[in-house]
């Protein structure tokens, strides 16, 4: 192996270790699970929080009472995938202080091995049994079965699908969605929906407005569930850059001494060299020689040059022995997630992401841009659960540079930038949330978590309150899905046009039945939110400043007008620029310019005051100008002029159609 380079990171955050996330009350609820059976009696229910947080046990607890307590009859759990279905095997819960156990006969198991299509007869015969209450399968077997089943067998019972992010409001696109629609519609069936990566990649929501309304949302967020762990102090989420082949350059970031995940890129991506057996093979050698594979579980033990230590690799990759596989998957499952020393590498493409249960994973490392902020969170999540010896979890994207020699120029630009965006979005994840408020005329009082902004405006409305509180990252995770607010992000755009012109369009496209006066409001909490989340906060005395625009200001000072100039998403680009060579950062630059947004009428209308104020102060914009702003301003100015003759030249048209 070769020295070990430490990864650029984007986020670095350290957590208080208070023990309050994995504490247990006197039914064995963690806190995340206490908010959840707060809710039980509701009929629709959205559980979102992170991995690790206790949702499979969160659900039992609010089944067992659906079917003891509310007239129940049966209890559903669908899963994306058979893995995953040993998550919600029979629990003891009563040990625990809870008044009775979950379980699940093996006949009712439907994520044992067999196709899910011919799991549909077991289906229907439990849902036939008056005897039988809970049974588990994989999202597709529910989707077979349904195609033999009307709305109403669903009458009695409590569906709950993990993972639910799977599920998307186009019903046209999305078996799953559509089955859910008519479910709600047909029966008087009870939902409990969980996930712990409410985005989709593809950026259609998962329900849509008139649907989501109808569930009761329970939000546990990232930084209550970290800051509450017993170990883990410290996460970084950052990038490694390099030329060439990554099986070349992924020594430099591959710490032998880390329990690590790795995640190596799709065949279809521009990292892969589309031989994905070879390429695993590459990542042995680097590793060292191979001294032994195990028979019975098929992990490979390679003896490592430096320390003449062995490693014990999992490869998830081959899938040409489907049983050698199974075996090592099985392994995976029942030995190592208890084991520290079962195993200490894991080689995989598309497995070993939700539902996947290592805790003690420490670095995940993953090759090429993901395109889903989904399977970023899921990454993610694979190590961040909290275990003994554990202080510190990292997430490395190993990301191909451009090559101006190449033609993907483009394209690697983009996937750069994306990938800059996704660790921008759980930079905010992450983050300690805060409550605002607007900060009246002789108002000094701080509380704690509660930051006042003069010129701020409040949530006036219920709906607005409900997505500031259990949507903002959603909608941050849409913000930063758009191709035009990605350029954005990069600095190409100025932070006023950014903040008060892209922001609002994509809320209106978001959330339609909201109103100007309710869009602003939003507008300013997705900005503020994200400048203060993305602001270095300094403790002086007995009063806090936060870096803005590269100044310190007193928080006690701030106001909208100040925020609104800051752009709060450039200091990723910034921090790109510092890890790339100055070849590679014109490439992207060049990249950038090349592929502007079109100018719009909003923009335009919004620019013309400070394209006036700048005139005044510096004379008329510079269209060749290396200033973005200056030139972003010039170009505004040529396309209203385009416009003005436009519009005369249509004018001076119908006077001669009238005259003629």
Same mark, same amino acid.
């Given at each position: 192996?070769?020295?070990?380079?430490?990864?650029?990171?984007?986020?670095?955050?350290?957590?208080?270790?208070?023990?309050?996330?994995?504490?247990?009350?006197?039914?064995? %609820?963690?806190? %995340?699970?206490?908010?959840? @059976?707060?809710?039980?009696?509701?009929?629709?229910?959205?559980?979102?929080?992170?991995?690790?947080?206790?949702?499979?046990?969160?659900? %039992?607890?609010?089944?067992?009472?659906?079917?003891?307590?509310?007239?129940?009859?049966?209890?559903?759990?669908?899963?994306?995938?058979?893995?995953?279905?040993?998550?919600?095997?029979?629990?003891?819960?009563?040990? @625990?202080?809870?008044?009775?156990?979950?379980?699940?006969?093996?006949?009712?198991?439907?994520?044992?091995?067999?196709?899910?299509?011919?799991?549909?007869?077991?289906?229907?015969? @439990?849902?036939?049994?008056?005897?039988?209450?809970?049974?588990?399968?994989? $999202?597709?077997?529910?989707? @077979?079965?349904?195609?033999?089943?009307?709305?109403?067998?669903?009458?009695?019972?409590? /569906?709950?699908?993990?993972?639910?992010?799977?599920?998307?409001?186009?019903?046209?696109?999305?078996?799953?969605?559509?089955?859910?629609?008519?479910? %709600?519609?047909?029966?008087?069936? $009870?939902?409990?929906?969980?996930?712990?990566?409410?985005?989709?990649?593809?950026?259609?929501?998962?329900?849509?407005?008139?649907?989501?309304?109808?569930?009761?949302?329970?939000?546990?967020?990232?930084?209550?569930?970290?800051?509450?762990?017993?170990?883990?102090?410290?996460?970084?989420?950052?990038?490694?850059?390099?030329?060439?082949?990554?099986?070349?350059?992924?020594?430099?970031?591959?710490?032998?001494?880390?329990?690590? &995940?790795?995640?190596?890129?799709?065949?279809?991506?521009?990292?892969?060299?589309?031989?994905?057996?070879?390429?695993?093979?590459?990542? &042995?050698?680097?590793?060292?020689?191979?001294? $032994?594979?195990?028979?019975?579980?098929?992990?490979?033990?390679?003896?490592?040059?430096?320390?003449?230590? /062995?490693?014990?690799?999992?490869?998830?990759?081959?899938?040409?022995?489907?049983?050698?596989?199974?075996?090592?998957? $099985?392994?995976?499952?029942?030995?190592?997630?208890?084991?520290?020393?079962?195993?200490?590498?894991? /080689?995989?493409?598309?497995?070993?992401?939700?539902?996947?249960?290592?805790?003690?994973?420490?670095?995940?490392?993953?090759?090429?841009?993901?395109?889903?902020?989904?399977?970023?969170?899921?990454?993610?999540?694979?190590?961040?659960?909290?275990?003994?010896?554990?202080?510190?979890?990292?997430?490395?994207?190993?990301?191909?540079?451009?090559?101006?020699?190449?033609?993907?120029?483009?394209?690697?630009?983009?996937?750069?930038?994306?990938?800059?965006?996704?660790?921008?979005?759980?930079?905010?994840?992450?983050?300690?949330?805060?409550?605002?408020?607007?900060?009246?005329?002789?108002?000094?009082?701080?509380?704690?978590?509660?930051?006042?902004?003069?010129?701020?405006?409040?949530?006036?409305?219920?709906?607005?309150?409900?997505?500031?509180?259990?949507?903002?990252?959603?909608?941050?995770?849409?913000?930063?899905?758009?191709?035009?607010?990605?350029?954005?992000?990069?600095?190409? &755009?100025?932070?006023?046009?950014?903040?008060?012109?892209? &922001?609002?369009?994509?809320?209106?496209?978001?959330?339609?039945?909201?109103?100007?006066?309710?869009?602003?409001?939003?507008?300013?909490?997705?900005?503020?939110?994200?400048?203060?989340?993305?602001?270095?906060?300094?403790?002086?005395?007995?009063?806090?400043?936060?870096?803005?625009?590269?100044?310190?200001?007193?928080?006690?000072?701030?106001?909208?007008?100040?925020?609104?100039?800051?752009?709060?998403?450039?200091?990723?680009?910034?921090?790109?620029?510092?890890?790339?060579?100055?070849?590679?950062?014109?490439?992207?630059?060049?990249?950038?310019?090349?592929?502007?947004?079109?100018?719009?009428?909003?923009?335009?209308?919004?620019?013309?005051?400070?394209?006036?104020?700048?005139?005044?102060?510096?004379?008329?914009?510079?269209?060749?100008?290396?200033?973005?702003?200056?030139?972003?301003?010039?170009?505004?100015?040529?396309? /209203?002029?385009?416009?003005?003759?436009?519009?005369?030249?249509?004018?001076?048209?119908?006077?001669?159609?009238?005259?003629?």
């Amino acid at each position: 192996m070769n020295a070990i380079k430490k990864p650029v990171n984007i986020v670095d955050v350290t957590y208080a270790r208070t023990k309050a996330s994995v504490n247990t009350d006197s039914m064995g %609820m963690r806190e %995340m699970q206490q908010r959840v @059976f707060a809710k039980r009696d509701s009929q629709h229910l959205l559980v979102k929080a992170p991995p690790a947080s206790g949702k499979s046990r969160a659900l %039992m607890f609010v089944a067992l009472d659906k079917l003891y307590n509310q007239g129940r009859k049966k209890v559903i759990v669908a899963v994306p995938e058979r893995s995953i279905g040993a998550s919600f095997s029979s629990t003891n819960l009563t040990k @625990f202080g809870f008044f009775t156990d979950w379980e699940v006969k093996d006949r009712h198991n439907l994520c044992d091995p067999g196709s899910s299509q011919g799991k549909v007869g077991a289906f229907i015969e @439990f849902l036939n049994d008056s005897s039988a209450t809970t049974l588990v399968c994989t $999202h597709a077997t529910l989707r @077979f079965a349904f195609e033999k089943l009307a709305p109403e067998a669903f009458d009695g019972t409590v /569906l709950a699908i993990d993972e639910f992010h799977h599920v998307s409001a186009d019903i046209e696109a999305n078996r799953l969605g559509a089955l859910l629609r008519e479910v %709600m519609n047909g029966s008087d069936v $009870h939902i409990v929906a969980m996930t712990g990566s409410y985005f989709r990649g593809d950026s259609v929501p998962v329900l849509s407005a008139e649907e989501e309304a109808r569930f009761t949302p329970v939000t546990f967020n990232y930084y209550d569930q970290l800051n509450g762990y017993e170990y883990l102090h410290s996460l970084g989420i950052g990038h490694h850059f390099y030329q060439g082949r990554y099986t070349d350059a992924i020594g430099e970031v591959f710490d032998l001494d880390k329990k690590t &995940i790795v995640h190596i890129p799709n065949v279809n991506s521009g990292e892969s060299t589309k031989d994905k057996i070879e390429e695993v093979g590459f990542i &042995i050698d680097s590793i060292g020689v191979v001294d $032994h594979v195990d028979p019975d579980t098929g992990i490979i033990a390679i003896r490592r040059p430096d320390t003449g230590q /062995l490693v014990r690799v999992a490869d998830l990759v081959d899938d040409t022995d489907q049983k050698k596989r199974a075996d090592t998957l $099985h392994y995976l499952s029942t030995v190592a997630s208890k084991d520290r020393d079962a195993v200490d590498v894991i /080689l995989a493409l598309g497995m070993a992401k939700e539902g996947f249960d290592w805790p003690f994973a420490e670095h995940a490392l993953t090759v090429g841009y993901r395109a889903s902020l989904t399977e970023v969170v899921q990454i993610i999540g694979r190590v961040t659960r909290d275990s003994p010896g554990k202080e510190h979890a990292q997430f490395t994207n190993l990301i191909a540079e451009p090559d101006a020699s190449q033609g993907e120029v483009k394209v690697s630009v983009n996937n750069m930038l994306k990938a800059i965006t996704a660790s921008l979005l759980m930079e905010q994840v992450l983050a300690q949330n805060f409550t605002f408020k607007t900060k009246r005329t002789g108002d000094d009082t701080q509380a704690p978590g509660v930051i006042k902004i003069k010129g701020f405006k409040e949530p006036s409305t219920e709906r607005v309150k409900q997505i500031v509180e259990t949507d903002l990252n959603d909608l941050k995770a849409t913000i930063l899905q758009d191709d035009t607010f990605t350029k954005a992000a990069a600095g190409s &755009i100025d932070a006023e046009t950014t903040n008060k012109v892209l &922001i609002p369009k994509i809320i209106r496209e978001r959330y339609p039945d909201l109103d100007e006066s309710q869009i602003e409001e939003l507008r300013q909490q997705v900005v503020v939110d994200s400048v203060i989340k993305n602001g270095e906060v300094r403790q002086v005395g007995d009063k806090r400043f936060i870096k803005m625009a590269e100044k310190f200001v007193n928080i006690d000072d701030i106001n909208i007008n100040l925020i609104d100039s800051v752009n709060p998403f450039q200091r990723a680009f910034e921090v790109l620029s510092k890890s790339v060579t100055p070849s590679v950062l014109r490439i992207i630059q060049d990249s950038i310019t090349a592929t502007r947004l079109e100018i719009t009428e909003d923009e335009a209308v919004a620019a013309w005051p400070k394209i006036q104020q700048w005139a005044k102060l510096n004379g008329r914009p510079n269209v060749r100008s290396e200033d973005p702003t200056e030139k972003r301003y010039a170009e505004i100015l040529l396309w /209203l002029q385009r416009q003005k003759q436009q519009r005369a030249a249509e004018a001076r048209a119908n006077e001669m159609a009238d005259e003629a």
